[in-house]
């Protein structure tokens, strides 16, 4: 007999509610409980069930003719693309406004004016150049201009331990309010005869001393990953760091800069930093992967592609219905990797997925950046993803990413899955249903590296954690795993390992003569079986 479910309380109901909507989806995050069950309770704490919005035929002609595009309507009224179209069709609204026709033309007749809400989309600027601009309350900047910005978030995120050693060189307080700083004791490793634990003692107390509120521990994982679920990075916000991975943030339609740490030891003592405006590619994505592909590999063509490129200090906006179908976990495995390319940024489209993932997380009204329909870039790409396989790419020679069938039966003695890059709940789902009922092989171990204390619980809570145990795996303590000095130690000269990184390991104590490729989590977990390169395609279904 199974033990009786305790009821979720009024508020817990409520807040489920305005996540998941329907009672399907609820008992489903609530660990299969049945859908009549969930009706039950909502009953018992009288929660009505959720119903979609209602909108007028006014409210939909009228944003129609402002804006004559599904997906700019559906952000200003919260809904998706979709949801904006049908309700367009249930009033029958099916011509182009002739006021959308007029502003192609660029004609500027006199009198003509929008509503107070109204937002020009002919501006020429781009993502980044929005984002920046607002910083200086300006409506556009020009690349190459130099600006004096503020940013929304700092973010202590690596080597910490020198950027307050830093900052205690120059005579001061700390310029920003408490909860826009970000410190993170994880990649704090002994130095100049120095233990760990005597260097994180120093930053500790500088976060207790200045009574930051955002300093996470060791166990609580990725600083970026914890930033996301928290709802502490929001679209159009310029947050700066000292790490590659702050380019992940890009997932939600904000900006992650990197400066060294010299510079970011003086943001926090000026308020300020010098930022000249970058030049901006663009890449559409477009194509339906192919069964056994996921982001990871979409990222790595991406990266051999721009691998003879000069991307360098310039910033990557991801567009295109491929990256439309991406969900923001995904998302953040592509904007994370993109520093591979000598990118200084990435960012993505503000679309109906950002706003399902921030509802619920973000307690303050969002506002969306979207790039002008005429953005001036100096490159666009167009990428089709319909036939790529699945890839994998050796360590730091992007130029030699291939097909996974290119290497397949190479043999493989470490594999890695896991950190900021890939070590999300939906990634470990991935490996996990590959390896259900599956052992690996005794030649090789796994090592998995949670992203975060959340999303650990989430994965044991589900069941994930138990189906990797039991095929093999050792479960590791939540954080970027293949940034830390304890994966690498593992390794020795010779030794062959796949990991699901971005990257930024390759000046983490990786042995001079040992291999490291990067792969997707299917790659990763169907390699783990056979102690080989292996093609995931035949183990997804």
């Known amino acids: 007999m199974s033990p009786r479910r305790k009821m979720p309380t009024k508020a817990e109901l409520i807040q489920l509610q305005k996540l998941y909507k329907t009672d399907e989806k609820i008992g489903e995050r609530l660990g299969g409980v049945p859908a009549y069950l969930v009706a039950y309770w909502r009953r018992k704490k009288n929660v009505p069930r959720h119903s979609v919005p209602k909108f007028s035929d006014k409210e939909i002609r009228s944003l129609w003719e402002r804006f004559g595009d599904d997906d700019r309507c559906g952000l200003e009224l919260g809904i998706s693309k979709a949801a904006f179209y049908n309700w367009r069709r249930r009033y029958g609204i099916r011509e182009k406004p002739a006021f959308l026709k007029l502003e192609q033309l660029e004609f500027d007749f006199p009198g003509l004016a929008t509503g107070s809400k109204s937002t020009s989309l002919w501006g020429k600027q781009t993502l980044t150049q929005k984002i920046l601009g607002s910083l200086v309350k300006r409506d556009s900047v020009e690349v190459g201009e130099t600006l004096e910005v503020e940013p929304d978030l700092v973010v202590c995120d690596t080597d910490t331990h020198r950027i307050v050693e830093k900052f205690r060189e120059h005579p001061g307080e700390l310029m920003f309010s408490t909860d826009r700083i970000v410190v993170t004791l994880t990649h704090i490793h002994g130095d100049?005869?120095?233990?760990?634990?005597?260097?994180?003692?120093?930053?500790?107390?500088?976060?207790?001393?200045?009574?930051?509120?955002?300093?996470?521990?060791?166990?609580?994982?990725?600083?970026?990953?914890?930033?996301?679920?928290?709802?502490?990075?929001?679209?159009?916000?310029?947050?700066?760091?000292?790490?590659?991975?702050?380019?992940?943030?890009?997932?939600?339609?904000?900006?992650?800069?990197?400066?060294?740490?010299?510079?970011?030891?003086?943001?926090?003592?000026?308020?300020?930093?010098?930022?000249?405006?970058?030049?901006?590619?663009?890449?559409?994505?477009?194509?339906?992967?192919?069964?056994?592909?996921?982001?990871?590999?979409?990222?790595?063509s991406i990266v051999q592609r721009l691998s003879e490129e000069d991307t360098s200090g310039k910033v990557i906006e991801y567009h295109g219905s491929s990256v439309s179908q991406m969900n923001v976990s995904e998302r953040f495995t592509l904007c994370g990797i993109s520093p591979a390319t000598g990118a200084a940024g990435a960012i993505c489209v503000f679309d109906s997925a950002t706003r399902r993932y921030l509802t619920g997380r973000v307690s303050t009204t969002i506002a969306p950046i979207i790039a002008d329909k005429n953005a001036v870039y100096e490159q666009h790409y167009q990428v089709n993803i319909e036939q790529l396989p699945p890839q994998i790419a050796p360590l730091g020679r992007w130029g030699e990413i291939k097909a996974v069938t290119e290497l397949e039966t190479l043999p493989v003695n470490r594999i890695i899955l896991g950190s900021a890059a890939n070590g999300r709940f939906d990634d470990l789902r991935i490996a996990a249903d590959i390896l259900k009922g599956k052992k690996i092989n005794s030649d090789c171990s796994l090592l998995v590296f949670p992203a975060s204390r959340n999303t650990y619980l989430e994965a044991l809570k589900k069941g994930l954690v138990r189906v990797l145990a039991e095929a093999g795996a050792t479960i590791m303590p939540p954080g970027c795993g293949s940034h830390d000095l304890p994966a690498w130690a593992m390794l020795t000269d010779g030794d062959r390992c796949l990991t699901t990184g971005d990257g930024a390991c390759a000046g983490h104590s990786v042995p001079e003569k040992a291999e490291v490729y990067l792969c997707s989590p299917a790659a990763a977990a169907a390699s783990a079986l056979n102690a080989a390169v292996t093609d995931p395609s035949r183990y997804v279904k």
């Open 192 to 300: 100049d005869g120095r233990s760990t634990a005597e260097l994180t003692r120093t930053v500790r107390q500088f976060a207790e001393r200045h009574r930051l509120r955002n300093c996470f521990e060791h166990a609580q994982g990725c600083c970026h990953q914890i930033m996301l679920e928290d709802g502490m990075v929001q679209p159009g916000k310029f947050c700066v760091g000292a790490s590659a991975t702050m380019a992940a943030l890009g997932a939600v339609n904000s900006l992650g800069w990197r400066v060294d740490t010299d510079t970011l030891a003086n943001v926090l003592g000026s308020g300020h930093l010098s930022v000249a405006v970058p030049l901006m590619l663009r890449i559409d994505i477009t194509g339906r992967r192919s069964r056994g592909v996921y982001a990871k590999d979409v990222a790595l």
